[in-house]
Structures are given as structure tokens and as C-alpha cells.
């Protein structure tokens, strides 16, 4: 069996060793914590015009910067808090990024209140095709185009296309439960 040609094709083997590991324990798997399913709309965002191997490689600094993606404690991020976060090089400081992590947690906060969890949120929505999710992020999220959108809901399994089927890892992500598998 043949992996995803992203991750075949890697040279050197460091660079190819942080990919993989996400691609073969992350990436198409269902998160089922709020906190973490956060984290990784925020690492979708800070990707947007930089390689993905950028975000890996800065995880746990963004981590660490955003309180283990703690959504309550962003969502109370002050001035001052904004300011540490733009002055912070082991993050992506960008004023609109920023900005949308603080507002997408309070949104978030919102979500929870209203349907108990952001997981419940997006399971409330399921299924919708990429163009409907796209549609329904835009309306309810701050600095979430297609792209974003596309592969935060295929990195949490709502939407196919993380793994070809020739993969290895595709079976394992099958086996996890993904949304898309439960689509008629």
C-alpha cells in the first residue's frame, strides 16, 4: 500500500517524519474535545498563506501562546493579551489571525451554550457538502474561507478526502468514525 504522495514524496526524512506523524495519528480523525477541535480551527487559520509544515512545526508554541486552546480563557483575552500574542515570534503575528482566534472562541462560547458543544454544533450541521459548510463558517466565524474550511472539516473527519484509499492509514481513519463515513 502506497501512502497519501504528500507524504511518500518528503525529503529530507526530519521533514517527512513531522508530516507523517500527523498525517497517520491527526489528520481525518474525529476530535471530540472542544478545546482541541479549537485548536486546530486556529492552526487552519494561521496556515492560510504559509505551508502547513510552518504550523506543525510551531504547535506547541501556539499551544502554549493560547492556553492549550483553552476557548474560555481566549475568549477572555484582554488588550494586553492581543498585544503578547502579536509581539509572540513563536506564533503567526497577524493582526486579522489573532483577531479571529479571540472572536471565534467567544463565538464558540456561544455555540456551547446553545448546543452543549462545538462538537454538537458541527454534528447539528452534518452532513452538508463543502460549499454549505463553507456558507455556514462564514456566516458564523471570522477569517474562514473554502481552503480553511475545507481542510479543518476533512482534518476532523467531516469531510473525505484525507486519505486516499490505497493508504494505510485510511482503514485506521475509517475505523475511527468519521462523519463523512456516515453520509448515505
Known amino acids: 500500500m502506497a ?3 504528500y507524504i511518500d514524496g518528503m525529503e529530507p526524512e526530519s521533514r517527512k517524519s513531522l508530516h507523517k506523524n500527523y498525517h497517520d495519528n491527526y489528520y481525518g480523525f474525529p476530535i471530540h474535545d472542544d478545546n482541541e477541535l479549537f485548536g ?3 492552526m487552519e487559520i494561521n496556515q492560510a498563506g504559509l505551508s502547513w ?3 506543525l512545526k510551531k504547535e506547541e508554541t501556539f499551544r502554549k501562546a493560547y492556553d492549550g486552546f ?3 480563557k481566549v475568549a477572555g483575552y484582554t488588550e494586553e493579551d492581543r498585544l503578547r500574542l502579536l509581539s509572540d515570534p513563536g506564533i503567526i503575528r497577524n493582526k486579522l489571525k489573532v483577531n479571529a482566534a ?3 472562541a467567544k463565538t464558540i462560547l ?3 451554550n446553545e448546543f452543549g458543544s462545538f462538537e454538537k454544533w458541527l454534528a447539528h450541521h452534518h452532513p452538508k457538502t463543502k460549499e454549505e459548510w463553507v456558507k455556514l463558517f462564514k456566516k458564523t466565524f471570522r477569517f474562514t474561507g473554502g481552503e480553511i474550511v475545507n481542510e479543518f472539516l476533512m482534518s476532523i473527519g467531516y469531510l473525505k478526502g484525507a486519505h486516499i484509499e490505497s493508504c494505510p492509514i485510511y482503514a485506521k481513519a475509517l475505523k475511527a ?8
Not at 177 to 184: C, L
Open 110 to 112: 456561544t455555540l456551547q
Open 70 to 72: 483553552n476557548i474560555a
Open 177 to 184: 468514525d468519521p462523519m463523512w463515513a456516515k453520509q448515505s
Open 40 to 42: 486546530r480551527l486556529i
Open 102 to 104: 479571540i472572536e471565534n
Open 3 to 5: 501512502y497519501c504522495s
Open 53 to 55: 509544515e510552518t504550523i
